[in-house]
């Protein structure tokens, strides 16, 4: 696994950091050019082209133009398999026929969403097959990655590192300017996290640019191993807004981030607030550098609160809903300000999902996406699924009268849904509530109007363990 830590640039000179900044802007340019003309030249024949476009003029030099080519393709196969994964998602969510389904999905999986003509199995795909894909390519992509705010991933072509001979530094970086034969060299120092940190150094360095603060920090890359992981335990996990992280064991972690976030968004509130009354403009650098502090607030407290959950109950499997869940979630939050609950969905959610997929891939844990349908209506033990079950943070089974936190609640229903095999993350969300009745039998059936002769009958079997009732029902 490839990791990136991040260095303060705050050691270089003034003159250094401006050379930096000049490098940045041409490379910005090249970048920015050379991605949107491969996207167009790919939108016409359905495959990226082999050779970059030539920029018009530019003082980058012929290195330079390699190392960025690297970054674009790198970049562009990216963007393209989100968007694949966003086309499989549309296309098993929609209510088309079987074949063509299986159609778009080779198409998908070919990347021939723009080919003007396609044969399968011997016979030619319609000409109306071909417009759908497109149509739904142009649906669900997302936006072109082109650089804003510039981050080079230069190679060793460009620039290089070697350790300091005093004690002041730890590294010097040699960086390649827009002056031939006039490189500069940068001081780094480091910190024991990453110099204790298990890996193979790569010879890659990222340079982050902020132009407006007119600041440059540096990432040296590591490749981590894979730690073995011998665990047999299943572990549903239930992420929402107030406590981050709640756990099927009943445990719950992330729970200091709220109050944070709540912290902050009354700070910004009352900055813009004053802003607004003295007829500045909303944003300003002081704002953006408190929403970088924020998105470096988010990150930090997902991974403290994922590594508590790694360490303390060593999951093997971990189950969880479909992201797009956290995010119906963000946008019903009333008690967090309509920027911060933008700036959440924006940066929030790629934070989790990116730490959540990293911890996971270095602890050699699975991770299961679920259907999250009625999970939070849904009573785990006797599996009675209603609206009124929840009310806020508190769960109560209008059938078994079962109480509960209505987080844990979640988080075991997230954990037993794996086992309905008849349920992917693709099923309707009607038909979610017919399987998983089905799938328990009477228990979840019957309404809670029935007599008490039944209820007491069926709340027998429904305080056994779920694992009791599903081997009862498939024997």
Known sequence: MIKAYR???????????????ELARVYRQYYNFTIRVSTGQFYRPSKLPKYLPTYPATSLSQRYKQTCGSQVKGNLDSWL?????????????STLADDQKKTLLTINKLRLWFTPELFLSGSAVSSSTLKLARKIFHKVKGRIPVMRNPSMILDKKVASRKLSKTDHFDYWIKLSTLEKRKPVYLPVKSYPYYEEKEGVEKNVIQVIVKPKREEVDFAFVKEIPKKSNKSKEVLGIDLGVIDLINSSSGNKYGLTLYPLLKKYDAIIKKHVKGRMKSGFAKNSPWLD?????VRNLIKNEVGRALNRLISEEKPKILVIEKLTNLVKNLKKDRLLSKRMRRLLINSGISQIQDRLREKCREHDIEIVEINPAYTSQE???????????RSGKKFCCKFCGNQCDADY??????????SIPDITIYTPYRKVKEIVEEFYGKASSLSSRQDASDREAVSHISRAPPEYCVAELSM
């Open 289 to 293: 550098e408190l929403y970088d502090k």
């Open 409 to 418: 609640n979640g988080s075991v229903n997230v954990r037993n849904r794996r």
């Open 379 to 389: 009573c785990h033990k006797c599996h009675f699924i209603d609206r009124k079950n």
């Open 81 to 93: 398999s989100n968007n694949g994964r966003r086309f499989i998602d549309c296309v098993m969510g």
């Open 7 to 21: 260095h303060g640039g705050q050691y270089c000179r003034p003159g250094k950091i401006q050379k930096v900044l």
